[in-house]
């Protein structure tokens, strides 16, 4: 034991001589602050390791794949339409220059329906210019049949076509009928620069968007009904601008947008398919969206001190719309227009106040105020009323719909320990309307945030909240031909109290593997409505969990359901409830990945994906007797993988594969042909139900 304490001391006293030896010594008046530096010739300095090197980095990529599913949904998937072969390019490239400048370029798969591309270039943290373009896509069914052809947005029948009273006496229907392809295509472009200076900065942002496809929609004559596939050719062009100054404890600023749609049609046009039920109605007209400006101009300020902020922000906006006005109607003699164009106007008030502060090491609050008024000020006029291209009813004057919505909130943060905190608060909203059922309504909420996170592996939170919303008297709707019934109520403007609660846990049991759980409850009760929405109860979970075998094998699982029920009455009446409806919908989102990298000597990469979707709706009607509406659902099956093998450092090749399986029904038009209805000529069923398949190979090369 002696021997041992004399073992500690001598190495105590080695590590005290060490650290003396180690420790700089100064000298009074020899510190490098008080250093004389007014000899030095700085101007000569260089820094021989201060030169960015000019060099690419990055990767090349080129591609083929090939598409062997017939139906059109399936590219929403895969990202391309094209039947067949088809090829894409890609990239990821980084260019250093001179002086800190850096243009940066990528790519990705461009040649299919959804492909984007960008080049930046500039000098980090001082400017930059960014041009960017990306291909977006939604493809719809492409089973419908119609007897329509399109010519330039007018809807033709055949020349031989013999209109009759139902449809189901419409000689040359079947073999009029062609498949209807609704989608809809948009390319965007984009033109971004910036500029920072030492207590300024600018911005200058340009975006142009094309929209190209087919939609659906429906004519009218009265009591007969056709299904349309109209043309969509439209572009939106926005600008926006801003200016920002700083300086010690505040920042202040402008910015503007201009913003510009642009229709190519001004009308859809089509020919009756029926015999005419009033007048001399062979032909319809339906105007289409106008084109319309919008300008909006906002000012920013900011201003921190001491641990408190203020955050003013005001805006206006102007929207206007003066395109030439169709005329009422192109069947008969068309009454006679108050204006040759719209000349219409609304114009959007903001203002935002926001504080914040610091009170203690533990507590902070925040409080907030917004308000926004829109005031439509068009001169509105008497305007005929034409029912359907064919019925003059007389004349009416448009409501305005002015809204106008004030939101205060005061809430606060209180830090208990390190591991537990708490955020609560409270929020008022105020909604005055003009030509509504209502004219006003209050919103009161309170909320809570518990926030524990009980060790380094492990944390938790709980959130909270109650609301109820009430208003003004309730008054039957004027503006229709024939009054509202007097106990209807709209879901959006009757009372209602809500509750929201939801819970978030997160636990890592080790470095390799994780787990997370999620559950969440809605209830809604609008106790005061006699016809309309009388409860919404929702609640659902959410598992995912994650484990690292090994930096180069893992795998991850999830699975989210939920469930709503919804319970509603109605009146075939004038009067107090007679119907009683229960929708009750769930939704199933499953799925789980797996990767094993470096395989064969760190060639080989191998990634294997499945996804599972499921949302359904069952609804009940009971008025006396229970009425089940029939199935209502979709399934998804998706299977993705791929392997990546590398020739060298610089060279690879990727194979993918996608298989994917859907299904879907819907009781509304399950079974349904063009002729099916006497008065309503149809698409027919666009129910989908297919496999598809889709293999890619994609060559890459490493600069």
């Not at 492909?115 to 001082?126: D, E, K």
């Not at 930059?128 to 960017?132: A, Q, S, V, W």
């Not at 955020?423 to 008022?428: F, K, P, T």
């Not at 009146?571 to 009067?575: H, I, L, V």
């Given at each position: 034991?002696?021997i041992?304490?004399?073992?500690q001391?001598?190495?105590?006293?080695?590590a005290?001589?060490?650290a003396c030896?180690l420790?700089?010594?100064w000298a009074?008046?020899?510190?490098?602050?008080q250093a004389n530096r007014?000899?030095l010739?700085?101007?000569?300095?260089?820094?021989g390791?201060c030169?960015l090197?000019?060099e690419?980095?990055?990767?090349?990529?080129?591609?083929v794949?090939?598409?062997d599913?017939d139906n059109?949904v399936?590219a929403?998937?895969?990202g391309?339409?094209?039947d067949?072969?088809?090829?894409h390019?890609g990239?990821?490239v980084?260019?250093?220059?001179?002086?800190g400048?850096r243009t940066?370029?990528?790519?990705d798969?461009?040649?299919?329906?959804t492909?984007?591309?960008?080049?930046?270039?500039?000098?980090?943290?001082?400017f930059?210019?960014?041009?960017?373009y990306?291909?977006?896509a939604?493809f719809?069914?492409?089973?419908g049949?119609?007897?329509?052809?399109?010519?330039?947005?007018r809807?033709?029948?055949?020349d031989n076509w013999?209109a009759a009273?139902l449809?189901?006496?419409?000689?040359g229907?079947?073999?009029?009928?062609?498949?209807?392809?609704?989608?809809?295509k948009?390319?965007r472009f984009?033109?971004?620069?910036?500029?920072l200076?030492?207590?300024?900065k600018?911005?200058l942002?340009?975006?142009?968007?094309q929209r190209?496809?087919?939609?659906?929609?429906?004519g009218?004559?009265?009591?007969?009904?056709?299904?349309?596939?109209?043309?969509?050719?439209d572009?939106?062009d926005?600008?926006?601008?801003?200016?920002?100054?700083?300086?010690?404890?505040?920042?202040a600023?402008?910015?503007?947008?201009l913003?510009?749609y642009?229709n190519d049609?001004?009308?859809?046009y089509?020919?009756?398919a029926?015999?005419?039920?009033?007048?001399?109605?062979?032909n319809?007209q339906?105007?289409?969206?106008?084109?319309?400006?919008?300008?909006?101009v906002g000012?920013?300020?900011q201003?921190?001190e001491?641990?408190?902020?203020?955050?003013?922000h005001t805006?206006?906006?102007?929207?206007?719309?003066?395109?030439?006005?169709?005329p009422?109607?192109i069947?008969?003699?068309?009454?006679?227009l108050?204006?040759t164009?719209?000349d219409?106007?609304?114009?959007?008030?903001e203002?935002?106040l926001k504080?914040a502060?610091r009170?203690?090491?533990?507590?902070s609050?925040?409080?907030?105020?917004d308000?926004?008024?829109?005031?439509?000020?068009?001169q509105?006029?008497?305007?005929?009323?034409?029912s359907?291209?064919s019925w003059h009813?007389?004349?009416a004057?448009?409501?305005a719909y002015?809204?106008t919505r004030?939101?205060?909130d005061?809430?606060?943060?209180?830090?208990?320990?390190?591991a537990?905190?708490l955020?609560?608060?409270?929020?008022?909203e105020h909604h005055?309307?003009?030509?509504?059922?209502?004219?006003?309504?209050?919103?009161?909420?309170?909320?809570a945030k518990?926030n524990?996170?009980?060790?380094r592996?492990w944390?938790l939170?709980?959130t909270?909240e109650?609301?109820?919303?009430?208003?003004?008297?309730y008054?039957?709707s004027?503006?229709s031909?024939?009054?509202n019934n007097?106990?209807m109520?709209?879901?959006?403007?009757?009372?209602?109290?809500?509750?929201l609660?939801r819970?978030?846990n997160?636990?890592?049991?080790?470095?390799?593997l994780s787990?997370?759980?999620a559950?969440?409850?809605k209830?809604?009760d609008?106790?005061e409505?006699l016809?309309?929405?009388?409860?919404v109860?929702s609640w659902?979970y959410?598992?995912?969990?994650?484990?690292?075998f090994?930096a180069q094998f893992?795998?991850?699982?999830w699975?989210?359901?939920?469930?709503?029920?919804?319970?509603?009455t109605g009146?075939?009446?004038?009067?107090p409830?007679?119907?009683?409806s229960?929708a009750s919908?769930?939704?199933?989102?499953?799925g789980f990945g797996?990767?094993?990298?470096?395989?064969l000597?760190k060639?080989l990469d191998?990634?294997?994906?499945?996804?599972?979707?499921?949302?359904e709706?069952?609804?009940?009607?009971?008025?006396g007797?229970t009425?089940?509406?029939?199935?209502?659902y979709?399934?998804?099956h998706?299977?993705?993988?791929?392997?990546?093998?590398h020739?060298?450092d610089?060279?690879a090749l990727?194979?993918?594969?996608?298989?994917?399986h859907y299904?879907d029904?819907?009781?509304?038009?399950q079974g349904l042909?063009?002729?099916s209805?006497p008065?309503?000529l149809?698409?027919?069923?666009?129910g989908?139900?297919?496999?598809a398949h889709y293999l890619?190979?994609?060559?890459?090369?490493?600069?």
């Open positions: 034991m002696v041992e304490k004399q073992t001391m001598k190495l105590s006293l080695l005290l001589t060490i030896a420790q700089p010594a009074g008046g020899y510190s490098l602050q007014a000899e010739k700085q101007d000569k300095w260089s820094c390791q030169k090197p000019q690419s980095r990055g990767t090349l990529e080129a591609g794949a090939y598409n599913g059109a399936f929403n998937s895969s391309t339409d094209a067949g072969a088809t090829g390019l990239g990821d980084v260019f250093y220059g001179e002086q400048y940066h370029i990528e790519a798969k461009l040649g299919y329906d492909g984007s591309a960008s080049l930046s270039t500039g000098r980090p943290g001082q930059d210019i960014r041009l960017g990306r291909a977006l939604n719809g069914p492409d089973n049949m119609s007897p329509y052809i399109n010519q330039d947005n809807l033709m029948l055949p013999q009273a449809t189901s006496q419409m000689p229907l079947d073999d009029s009928l062609t498949s209807q392809r609704l989608e809809m948009r390319d984009t033109l971004d620069a910036h500029y200076g030492s207590f300024y600018a911005g942002n340009y975006r142009h968007e190209d496809g087919t939609r659906q929609t429906n009218n004559f009265l009591t007969n009904s056709m299904a349309l596939a109209t043309r969509v050719d572009s939106t926005e600008l926006e601008a801003k200016l920002y100054f700083k300086g010690k404890g505040w920042l600023g402008f910015n503007s947008t913003s510009q642009s049609y001004q009308a859809l089509w020919e009756n029926f015999f005419p039920t009033f007048g001399a109605a062979y319809g339906l105007a289409d969206n106008p084109d319309n400006k919008a300008l909006r000012a920013d300020l201003l921190s001491a641990g408190h902020q203020i955050l003013m805006a206006f906006t102007r929207m206007t719309q003066d395109q030439a006005l169709l009422a109607t069947n008969g003699p068309s009454p006679q108050p204006a164009d719209g219409m106007q609304v114009d959007v008030l203002l935002k504080y502060a009170l203690s090491r533990g507590l609050v925040r409080a907030g105020y308000y926004r008024d829109r005031e439509n000020k068009t509105f006029k008497e305007w005929p009323q034409v359907s291209d009813q007389g004349s004057t448009p409501a002015d809204h004030q939101r205060a005061i809430a606060f943060n209180y830090r208990f320990t390190r537990l905190s955020d609560a608060g409270y929020e008022y005055s309307y003009s030509d509504l059922a209502r004219e006003s309504l209050f919103q009161s909420s309170v909320f518990l524990l996170r009980a060790s592996d944390q939170w709980f909270g109650l609301s109820e919303r009430s208003g003004g008297s008054q039957a004027e503006l031909q024939s009054p007097p106990w109520r709209q879901y959006w403007l009757a009372d209602r109290k809500q509750t609660l819970l978030q997160d636990y890592r049991f080790s470095d390799a787990f997370s759980l559950l969440n409850h209830q809604q609008y106790d409505t016809i309309g929405l009388d409860e109860s659902g959410g598992l995912s969990g994650n484990y690292q090994s893992g795998l991850n699982a699975l989210n359901q939920d469930w709503q029920d919804t319970d509603q009146s075939a009446s004038f009067g409830s007679g119907w009683y229960r919908d769930s939704s199933t989102v499953a797996i990767y094993y990298n470096e395989l000597d060639q191998l990634g294997f994906d499945w996804q599972y979707s499921k949302g709706s069952d609804t009940d009607v009971s008025q007797l009425l089940n509406y029939g199935d209502y979709s399934r998804r998706t299977f993705n993988a791929f392997a990546k093998y020739f060298s610089k060279m990727r194979l993918d594969w996608l298989f994917e299904q029904s819907d009781w509304l038009n042909t063009p002729d209805i008065n309503v149809s698409f027919g069923d666009l989908q139900d297919y496999n890619g190979l994609t060559l890459s090369y490493s600069l």
